[in-house]
């Protein structure tokens, strides 16, 4: 099942770079690669231990001169894909870790105000199909979907150049398509490196 999930997710990074958004104005925006770490939002997160994403996403970004509804402010928006491939480490209570994966792609949507030539910052949402397989009391392994809704900064480099800072909320659970469902909640810190075109 874990395959299954993993071929998904390279065979949705092949799609989002194909000439498909070239088509109708389409522009692409920009591309990143963003690691980054995460941890229960509460003490009593997971009734095993602490869940602990360790994150490799990359990001594919487009626009449309529709989306930019207002030519005065410097603002763009983005609409994004992100496949992911996560690695998770389950903390317990006697501070021993195991270790689980996740794989899958979020669907998002981004508002970027540029402050300056130096500094844009941004809100974004998605959500996407996930796999994953923790052993947890509260929720059943397998497919579920992953909600994200999080702010960060740009930090503008040479030749289009940026470093990427990011600060988001996640929850993680099926639809009630399986139990249990309880969910997973996790506050996540990330840094990344990507290019604008």
């Not at 990427?164 to 810190?189: C, D, V, Y």
Request: one cysteine or more.
């Amino acid at each position: 099942m874990f395959l299954k999930a993993i071929k998904i997710t390279i065979f949705l990074f092949i799609l989002c770079n194909t000439k498909v958004f070239a088509q109708n104005s389409w522009k692409l925006y920009e591309q990143s690669f963003i690691t980054g770490w995460g941890w229960g939002k509460d003490s009593l997160n997971l009734p095993e231990g602490n869940y602990h994403p360790l994150f490799f996403n990359y990001r594919i970004g487009v626009t449309h001169p529709k989306l930019n509804i207002n030519k005065r402010l410097k603002i763009d928006f983005e609409i994004f894909a992100e496949p992911q491939f996560n690695l998770v480490f389950l903390t317990k209570r006697n501070g021993t870790n195991s270790l689980y994966q996740e794989a899958g792609t979020g669907f998002g949507y981004q508002p970027i105000l540029h402050v300056n030539k130096f500094i844009s910052v941004y809100t974004y949402i998605s959500a996407g199909p996930q796999y994953f397989n923790t052993p947890t009391e509260r929720q059943a392994k397998g497919f579920i979907f992953s909600d994200n809704m999080g702010a960060g900064c740009w930090f503008h480099l040479p030749k289009r150049f940026y470093i990427n800072t990011m600060f988001k909320i996640r929850h993680m659970s099926n639809a009630n398509t399986r139990n249990p469902n309880k969910g997973i909640n996790t506050l996540n810190t990330l840094i990344g490196f990507g290019i604008t075109y």
